[in-house]
């Protein structure tokens, strides 16, 4: 009786740390860029990329149904370079970001 109730404890307090990540995923996109916020409620990973600061985007076809998705790259003007993970948000918005990307004068690599 006693493992059940640990058992049953433990369990919640997995789904209170998981589950709000599960609906705090976030993607949005404009004329100016786009931002992605993934990763736990407690520690998000956040990637604002603004399309006046970048030179070149390579965006990888959609790999639907695989977890270990190739990354969107971004060269920066400066010189940087960014990597921006592919979730399943981003998935569903590749096309999208090209084509804001391209409109606003960024170079737009396809990778296959």
Avoid: Y
Wanted: glycine residues 8%; proline residues 4%; hydrophobic residues 45%.
């Amino acid at each position: 009786m006693k493992w059940k109730v640990v058992l049953v404890v433990l369990s919640l307090v997995g789904a209170a740390i998981v589950v709000p990540g599960v609906f705090s995923d976030r993607f949005e996109i404009d004329r100016k860029g786009f931002r992605s916020s993934t990763g736990f409620w407690f520690a998000p990973k956040v990637k604002d990329i603004r399309f006046a600061d970048a030179d070149t985007l390579w965006v990888p076809h959609a790999e639907v149904g695989n977890r270990h998705r190739t990354p969107i790259k971004v060269r920066l003007r400066s010189g940087a370079t960014e990597m921006v993970p592919q979730g399943d948000l981003i998935t569903q918005c590749l096309e999208d970001v090209a084509g804001f990307a391209k409109a606003a004068g960024v170079r737009v690599v396809r990778l296959n």
